[in-house]
């Protein structure tokens, strides 16, 4: 599967209409009644930040068929691969360890809640793994995959504080609060200087899941060469 691009271009295609159907879903397309603060939030930039990337991978795959035949490598741009993918495994992380629990369990089982926080990462994920090429990953790279929910976070909190924006409860929720922010962790109206233990913890748990990453792609691109 690795070497064949038929594959990975279906494989690509799926997951960018899959995505792209959970992307106009939660932003409320579909009901026909858009609602934009739904951009604002972290789960709907990670996920269309996973749409623009298999996007990407999408066209080059096809190129990649049109040039060269179906048979060969098929990636040949896994950092970027790999910062979607945990970009969005924290996304998993977060509305799974965090979220879920106060969430109606209703939403929990819901197209939308799967597709943005369960399918969609591990779409990403598998696309990682199963085209990308070992070894291309560098040192300095779990540093840049933190650029995102460092600058959501910096986001978050311009906005919350700007008044520019109130948000309502954490999608799912079963009570519905209008908020200057948008996830209770990060809520300095609710928990106040807390957020800094909220983001130092998840901060340190990202790079910690970030080198994760690195080790494992030095361990796959060891286990090619031997």
Known sequence: MKSNRIFALCFRAAAFVLCLAGVLDVTGVFAGNFAPIA???????????????????????????????????????????????????????????????????????????????????ILMLADFFLF???????????????????????QATVLGFSGLITYGAAVGSTEIKPSRFPYFFIDFDLIGAFVFVYVAAISVFFMALAYLFLWIDRRRASAKRH
């Not at 996007?55 to 040039?67: E, P, Y």
């Not at 070992?134 to 910096?154: H, M, N, Q, S, T």
């Open 132 to 154: 990308g090429e070992p070894g291309k990953l560098k040192r300095r790279d779990p540093w840049i995959f933190a650029a995102l929910p460092i600058g959501y976070f910096i």
């Open 39 to 121: 951009l604002a939030y972290y789960t709907t930039e990670s996920n269309i930040f996973v749409l623009a990337v298999f996007g990407i991978l999408l066209v080059r795959t096809a190129a990649q068929i049109k040039r060269d035949g179906a048979n060969g490598r098929v990636s040949g741009l896994e950092r970027l691969s790999a910062i979607a993918a945990l970009a969005i495994t924290v996304t998993l992380i977060i509305f799974w360890g965090l979220l879920a629990p106060g969430s109606n369990w209703r939403f929990l089982i819901s197209y939308t809640n799967l597709q943005l926080h369960t399918l969609a990462p």
